[in-house]
């Protein structure tokens, strides 16, 4: 009697649970230690966690495990291009903002709609790219992205080597034309990647592996280019002779965004998620052990000023233009290659 008394609730609970797609390695490590577990026990609600590919793979497989009515996760995090590429084919569950409880305190880049103004995906974390050099080699720090093309720096920097991930048309569509409006047309496009061409000469290192980069960053054989901010503070952190810059015309702005798959049928443990994660507390906390920035206004967060610049900064900053990489990706590419990275 007292087992078949027992057996609704054991079902109850199992129906309570949901698959959570986010990058793998460290940062999946870092959700498993501090965010799910936090969640459940605000919600009863187990989570599984899916590491997940970065770049464009992950979408790929959602889309394909959609078509057959499976979700390999109900809620994943997706880079702003991958996200919107998923917009073009109907594969988010709309988000309904009126349950997510601070809807109205995330910033406005770090959320996405449909056309008809749906909400396709809500920040779930920010990163910044930054100007970044080794302080053996430049004792003093640049204060704007122009600098990468001065004279001196033959040969010394080490940029990502691509448009959708460098975002350095509008890095110099902000430094040298007012603003990434530039970008609008295809004339414009190309007359800033006339201007970036210019910097050739002082690139060293294209790089496609992280790793690689940070490694002669530290070192100095490549002592100055662009990477992220956080992981170039826990670098100084540790001793190395290295420092982030946010230059006078920002640092690059880019996030991953929670999406629901279409195919999942627990849109309602999605949307208590990504309304827990999206509280300033567990902003902050993400911040704090994660190192990402905040996706909600400043004034809410508990974050002190050193543990704010460690992460973000108050510089408005460079915005990518996400909707290239959909709308123009392959003429984009096939510019990209043939005037810059040749």
């Known amino acids: 009697m007292g087992a078949s008394l027992a057996m609704p609730t054991v079902l109850r609970a199992q129906e309570r649970s949901l698959k959570v797609g986010v990058y793998g390695g460290y940062f999946k490590d870092s959700f498993d ?5 936090a969640f459940t026990q605000a919600s009863g ?25 499976m979700a390999p996760a109900d809620v994943s995090m997706m880079s702003q291009t991958a996200l ?3 917009i073009a084919s109907q594969l988010w569950t709309p988000i309904d903002s009126a349950r997510i409880a601070h809807f109205n305190d995330i ?22 790219i930054t100007l970044v050099s080794n302080t053996d080699a430049y004792p003093q720090a640049p204060d704007s992205w122009a600098f990468l093309w001065d004279p001196s720096n033959a040969d010394k920097l080490g940029l990502l080597a691509l448009a959708s991930n460098s975002f350095l048309l509008e890095v110099t569509a902000k430094t040298f034309f007012g603003g990434t409006q530039k970008l609008d047309t295809e ?20 790089y496609r592996d992280e790793a690689q ?14 990477y992220y901010h956080d992981v170039t503070g826990l670098a100084a952190k540790d001793g190395f002779p290295v420092r982030s810059t946010f230059p006078k015309e920002g640092g690059i ?80 590419n096939q510019k990209w290659t043939e005037l810059i990275v040749s």
């Not at 230690?33 to 577990?37: A, Q």
């Not at 210019?198 to 060293?204: A, G, M, R, S």
């Not at 980069?213 to 662009?226: N, T």
């Open 33 to 37: 230690k501090h965010v799910f577990p």
């Open 45 to 69: 609600i187990a989570v599984e966690s899916i590491a997940e590919p970065t770049g464009e793979a992950w979408l790929v497989q959602l889309q394909q495990a959609a078509r057959a009515g």
């Open 84 to 86: 919107r590429k998923g």
């Open 107 to 128: 910033l406005p880049p770090f959320v996405a709609r449909y056309p008809d103004d749906g909400v396709a995906g809500v920040g779930a974390v920010a990163w910044y």
């Open 187 to 206: 004339e414009g496009i190309l007359e800033i990647m006339d201007k970036l061409a210019e910097l050739k000469p002082n690139v060293q290192l294209w």
């Open 213 to 226: 980069f940070e490694q002669a960053l530290k070192s100095g054989e490549v002592p100055m280019g662009q």
């Open 253 to 332: 702005s880019d996030a991953g965004s929670w999406a629901i798959s279409s195919a999942s049928d627990k849109a309602d443990e999605a949307h208590e998620f990504i309304a827990f994660t999206s509280q300033p507390e567990i902003q902050a906390l993400m911040a704090r052990q994660i190192g990402t920035a905040p996706t909600v206004r400043r004034d809410l967060l508990d974050l002190t000023d050193a543990e704010f610049n460690a992460v973000s900064s108050t510089i408005d900053p460079i915005v990518p233009r996400y909707d290239l990489y959909v709308d123009k990706a392959d003429w984009i």
